[in-house]
């Protein structure tokens, strides 16, 4: 498994802790420069937002990977964590569905999460 590949299993199973809703990855090496991997999921609210943005951190900081940069907060309805090679974004449900990310980058290829959670 590449570094890359191993980032994004880290923070699936981050999200998954912390009850994570429909948790995607999105393999987009091939579609952009900007980074290898999206991990997309919903929160059900606020409280379990922040609470999936701090166990990602938590998981990622202690296989030492840190954040490039974090935009949003716990209070926000999306936080985005740039970890160079894969970019967490973290949703409410109601704007995960405006946003539509899946399908702004329908280009990359969705992959299994399932296959991340193992």
């Known amino acids: 498994m590449t570094r890359e590949a191993q980032m994004a299993k880290l923070a699936c199973q981050a ?10 990855v999105i393999d987009i ?6 980074a290898d991997y ?3 999921a919903s929160a ?22 840190e954040p ?8 926000s309805s999306w936080v985005l964590m740039d970890y160079e090679d ?3 974004h973290v ?7 405006f946003y539509d990310l899946e399908m702004i980058w329908r280009d990359g290829k969705v ?7 193992e």
Not at 45 to 63: C, F, H, P, Y
Not at 68 to 75: A, D, F, S, V, Y
Not at 91 to 97: G, H, I, K, W, Y
């Open 111 to 117: 992959l299994d999460a399932k296959e991340f959670l």
């Open 44 to 65: 059900a609210n606020a409280n379990q937002l922040e609470a999936m943005v701090d166990s990602v951190k938590e998981t990622l900081g202690r296989a030492g990977y």
């Open 15 to 24: 999200l998954d802790d912390k009850k994570g809703k429909d948790i995607k």
């Open 29 to 34: 090496h091939e579609v952009s420069v900007i």
């Open 86 to 88: 894969v970019i967490v």
């Open 68 to 75: 490039k940069q974090i935009e949003g907060t716990g209070n």
């Open 91 to 97: 949703f409410d449900e109601e704007n995960r569905l």
């Open 38 to 40: 999206f991990v997309i």
